[in-house]
């Protein structure tokens, strides 16, 4: 791909100071002698007279940009990394701005070719020349081109919020700066529109496509990306209750208007369809729906009972409020008073072992054909004490509780067995804190806390979990700093390696905290990452000192370590353990937006990276895409879940920070914090919000009794929450109980 370069000589009035003009240099540049311009201009710099000067290097970096376009692949990288580095050089020493627009379409021109380069080295798998073309990027130019790759890095690891975050920066810095606009505007839409819809942020995403339609109409990318959204809705349409069907609907609608793809109304039909699935409707989507069914079942060769299994395994899709579905069911199958056909229903069900499919369709029967209504209610309660009894015998494993959990769906709202589970699950609980299986413990017993609000047993269960786990995990895992690694050399600038017991220790110790917030608590550690984590930690050491962006003139400088300190939580006094619970602790005037706590919770992380000396720690948050399906697990997160610090309900008195955070995939703008402790309120200090660390997060202090007895209640409010599929925000107001206890 050719570059031209939009002018071929600069023509400046100036004849004294740094601007004066160098004919000699212009003329030899006009005839194409680029090399010989390149070494005249090298030869101008050198006299003391002209040392100061900027139009040799003005000069310099025209030519070696021109020898990029001509010259052969090899050489003509080297000629552009020397542009690069011209163009930084110029527009660092050109402080009044002298050549500001003029030359802002070529530095433009530099960055695209140098993008290109950095992802033909990608793609080489030369990730170190990459970044090192990225680093030349960002140290003279506008910074973009390395937050748009760093941005586009969060989406592919599953971080699409914070790739939001970083995107919506960029674009309001495009805004401003009209010489990146054509460059990365049409990326960056396109980009925001993908991170919006990862998250099923409809409406966000929507926006981010039309602002690009807006700009760039008929852009066969921007087209693309509107398929995307329109696949995304019908393909998960399943996963949605009525209402943000016919919201998304609306969505689809509205993108078939502005681009005016007919394949938009066949997708609408598609929608309308999966409608009959997932709920009773009234309205006129309703009633399309069911006439759509009709034709489908009507137009269908196949036998009545062949019909009948085709519909039931929809339910193996999703369970879902099926009243329509089995109002339909019984109309085209003519049931008889005996209702045989509601039993061979259930009893295909039943056979398939999908139990909780059985229990949504009954439960639908009984709306929809009321005089079968006594047999129906007694089949459901054979169904959920034959349910019952399939989870007292389930093991203790991950894939058991997993398990438990999804036959708990079709449990909820029976009063008649509510006290037998509620039993059951007190025993199921305190067969796993006896075989001290923390983990699955800690995810049953958050689920039975919001089933059982306020029940003492569940209560009383959480308190020895925080006990025991304390004391089996936390202490047991503590580092000694004499015990942490192995192999430094500092005047070799050697960062050594991390003992693996260590390593164990420290993922204990990482993932026991993360359970006590509530968060995935499976997490690994990579050694890529750990490598990163360790070459940052050891440079900070070395010179005593933190920064997320070393100076190239640091002792022991390299590119490793400054990319590990770039993409870690830095501590610096401590190490192992003890420094991790500094990060989450995040005391310090700079840290009043707990940003090292936020990252070390961040709900959908599960690798990380480690590294540590005596007196410095570093943890890599982010920045690796595997191919390990293990490490490669996405997270499941709950968007109308929170994590706080203190975390809700028994929290050990001796990890109660001075500053308390509340985390939320939400608008936390003006979000209000009141506190009250025994009953009395307590005035709150609200920290300034920064977003960027994972979940937006308000932070407050307070003056507290942290001692055990005192009870606090916290309430967050006035939150602003996006639902899928809806235009406007809901406000969402939290509440949650913090009981210290003393683990001593």
Known sequence: MKYLVLFSVLIFNQLNGQHRPFPALEKLYEKGSYEKCIEKSSAFLKKK??????????????????????????????????????????????????????????????????????????????????????????????????????????ID????????????????????????????????????TDANLRINQYNESYKAFEMANNLYPNDHEILKSADAIINSIVENTLRFQTDEVIANKKFVSMIG????????????????????????????????????????????????????????????????????????????????????????LYNFLINEELLTSASAFLKGCAISYPKGKKTIINLQDKLELSILNKVKYLGNSREALDKILLY??????????????????????????SD????????????MKSEFPGDIGFLLLQKKLVLQDYKETYLVNYTNQEDLFTGRNTDQCNPGKVKSLTNQKFLNTLNYFRRLAGVYDSCVLDDDLNKLAQNAAFLMCVNEELNHHPPLNWKCYSETASKGAGSSNL????????????????????????GHRRW?????????????????????????????????????WDQLNYVAWPSADYFP??????????????????????????????????????TGYALNTVVWEMNSDNTENNVYEITVSNIKKYVAGEDKEKILTYTYKVMPVNTN
């Open 408 to 433: 708990e769906k079709a449990l909820k709202g029976n009063p008649a067995i509510y006290k037998k589970k509620r039993e059951l699950y007190l025993e199921k609980c305190e067969r796993m804190l």
């Open 571 to 594: 501590s610096l006094g401590h190490g192992g353990t003890s420094a991790l619970l500094g990060q989450l602790t995040d005391n310090g005037s700079l840290n009043y937006s707990c």
């Open 257 to 344: 208007n502005k681009t005016g793809k007919s394949v938009f109304s066949e997708s609408q039909n598609r929608i309308i369809d999966s409608l009959v699935l997932v709920s009773s409707l009234t309205s006129n989507d309703a009633i399309t729906a069911k006439e759509k069914s009709k034709k489908i079942l009507e137009s269908n060769g196949k036998s009545k009972k062949e019909n009948n299994l085709l519909l039931f395994k929809l339910f193996q899709v999703k369970t879902v409020n099926t009243a329509l579905l089995s109002e339909l069911i019984v109309e085209y199958n003519d049931v008889q008073p005996q209702n045989t056909c509601i039993l061979s």
């Open 49 to 154: 007279k002209f040392s100061k000067e900027l139009e040799p290097i003005k000069w310099q970096l025209l030519s070696n940009f021109k020898l990029s376009e001509i010259s052969e692949s090899k050489t003509s990288t080297s000629y552009l990394l020397k542009t690069l580095r011209l163009g930084a050089r110029l527009k660092k020493k050109d402080k009044d701005d002298f050549y500001g627009n003029e030359m802002n379409a070529f530095f433009e021109q530099i960055e695209i070719k140098s993008l290109d380069l950095a992802d033909q080295y990608e793609t080489e798998g030369k990730k170190d020349k990459a970044e090192i073309v990225y680093k030349l990027l960002t140290e003279g130019y506008t910074g973009i081109p390395w937050d748009y790759k760093k941005a586009m890095s969060y």
């Open 653 to 690: 008195e001796s990890f109660i920070p001075q500053r308390w955070s509340f985390s939320m995939a939400a608008n936390l703008e003006d979000a209000k914090v009141t506190v009250k402790c025994n009953g009395k309120s307590v005035p709150v200090i609200l920290e300034i919000q920064v």
């Open 436 to 447: 001290k299986n923390y983990s699955s413990l800690s995810r049953l017993l958050n689920l």
């Open 157 to 192: 690891d599953y971080e699409a919020r914070s790739a939001i975050v970083l995107l919506t920066d960029i674009l309001n810095r495009i805004q401003k700066e009209e010489s990146s606009k054509n460059t990365f505007e049409k990326k960056v839409l396109i980009a925001l």
């Open 600 to 636: 070390v919770l961040n709900p959908v992380r599960s690798v990380f990276g480690f590294g540590t000396t005596e007196t410095s720690m570093a943890l890599c948050v982010f920045g690796k895409n595997f191919n390990d399906p293990v490490k490669e697990k996405k997270i499941i």
